[in-house]
């Protein structure tokens, strides 16, 4: 079975802290996607990467930046938190031309 | 650009009630059509999928089919179960290595 793993599932932080949500896959997916989830809004594509070292904006990637240095790791960056990014992150990955498989998302609150 | 409409929630049913949650789609080419679903604390999971006009995905009970004539994929199930309690997304993709489209989900309340 793919599992995606998300490193928190609870966090809290400050305004204007720097935030690093962190995903990891482990069956050698080509493809990695942040998404957040609010209610009312559904999911929502924030970043996603198709190869190391590559990124492409998704539908509201201002405030965000990502890292994919390995092929396994896909890292959602909060430059400085605002209270607007309080979410659930919901970190997938997939392989050319199937479907999608989710972590299991980690709530942020910024306070 | 691509999207997704799904029926506004919350969905509240009796256990043996039948279920269908609509779902239609805008797209230039030819998607491929997803339901996934998720259940309280957890993930998205999928729950099936359809890669070509009037195929019909299923799983679990589970029924839904991809109909390019009115641009739909119904999710249907003929006797809820307090278990199938979840939120449910429709979602769409070219395929390849594009990120899927997804509705605004639809929240399912199975009652005893």
């Known amino acids: 079975d793919v599992k995606v793993t998300q490193s928190s599932r609870y966090l809290v932080k400050r305004t204007g802290e720097k935030v690093f949500l962190e995903c990891v896959q482990d069956m050698d997916h080509e493809n990695m996607f942040w998404y957040r989830q609010d209610p009312g809004l559904g999911l929502r594509l924030i970043y996603f990467s198709y190869d190391v070292k590559m990124k492409e904006k998704g539908d509201i990637p201002e405030g965000y930046s990502v890292s994919r240095e390995k092929k396994e790791r896909f890292s959602l960056i909060l430059e400085s938190a605002s209270t607007n990014q309080t979410s659930m992150y919901l970190c997938?990955?997939?392989?050319?031309?199937?479907?999608?498989?989710f972590g299991n998302g980690t709530r942020l609150t910024v306070t | 650009g691509d999207s997704v409409t799904q029926m506004e929630g919350p969905v509240t049913l009796s256990e043996e009630a039948f279920l269908t949650i609509n779902c239609t789609y805008t797209a230039t080419g030819y998607p491929s059509l997803f339901w996934y679903v998720q259940y309280p604390g957890e993930g998205l999971q999928l729950l099936l999928k359809?890669?070509?006009?009037?195929d019909k995905g299923s799983n679990k009970g589970f029924e839904a089919t991809y109909r390019k004539e009115t641009t739909s994929f119904h999710l249907e199930k003929g006797s809820v179960q307090v278990s199938d309690s979840a939120v449910y997304f429709c979602?769409?993709?070219?395929?390849?290595?594009?990120?899927?489209?997804f509705g605004k989900g639809t929240r399912l309340s199975v009652i005893a």
């Open positions: 979602a769409l993709s070219d395929w390849g290595n594009t990120p899927l489209v």
């Open positions: 997938a990955s997939r392989p050319y031309n199937s479907p999608l498989h």
């Open positions: 359809a890669t070509k006009a009037d």
